[in-house]
């Protein structure tokens, strides 16, 4: 089974300006207790997981206590795409880089791979620079004044459909 993957962030990728003034009130979508996102966003992310068929792991600062919370508040959002998980906060994190590999470490069998270095179909949409090394082919750095918009959606199934498994 081949699992194509977003690592998402939702600060800066899912909306835009940072404070929701910032954008087209027609264009802002609230959802209390969470907060807000670009409604042109969230379809641009839509149009991005309908195509690739891929699923979200939520690398954000935004996730919640549960999975199920996390997935209750994306759908909430009208995010189609399945949440099937969400990056650990580590104790001695030094960058959300090392949370998407620790997820990728302990997800392996779901994953249908032996060791976290043979996955590489996944991508990361993220404002921040704080990925590991060996991330960067997989990475989209959004500008959180923009968010994701249709060129990096684009980009996004380009390089998740060009990325391959390594074999064992």
Not at 44 to 68: C, E, F, G, M, P
Not at 69 to 83: D, H, L, R, Y
Not at 118 to 124: A, L, N
Not at 162 to 168: D, Q, R, S
């Amino acid at each position: 089974m081949t699992v194509k993957l977003i690592f998402l962030d939702c600060d800066g990728v899912m909306n835009k300006g940072l404070v929701a003034s910032n954008s087209n009130p027609e264009d802002v979508l609230r959802v209390r207790p969470f907060g807000w996102m670009n409604i042109s966003l969230i379809n641009n992310l839509n149009r991005l997981t309908d195509t690739t068929q891929a699923k979200l792991v939520i690398s954000s600062s935004w996730r919640l206590t549960s999975l199920v919370e996390t997935q209750n508040m994306m759908s909430s959002f009208g995010i189609k795409a399945e949440v099937i998980g969400q990056t650990p906060e580590l104790a001695s994190r030094t960058c959300r880089g090392d949370e998407i590999q620790s997820w990728i470490d302990e997800h392996l069998e779901l994953l249908g791979l032996r060791q976290g270095n043979q996955f590489m179909q996944y991508i990361i949409l993220d404002d921040t620079e704080t990925m590991l090394p060996h991330h960067q082919d997989h990475y989209i750095q959004t500008d959180p004044f923009a968010g994701l918009t249709p060129a990096m959606v684009d980009r996004s199934i380009n390089t998740l459909n060009a990325l391959k498994n390594k074999e064992a």
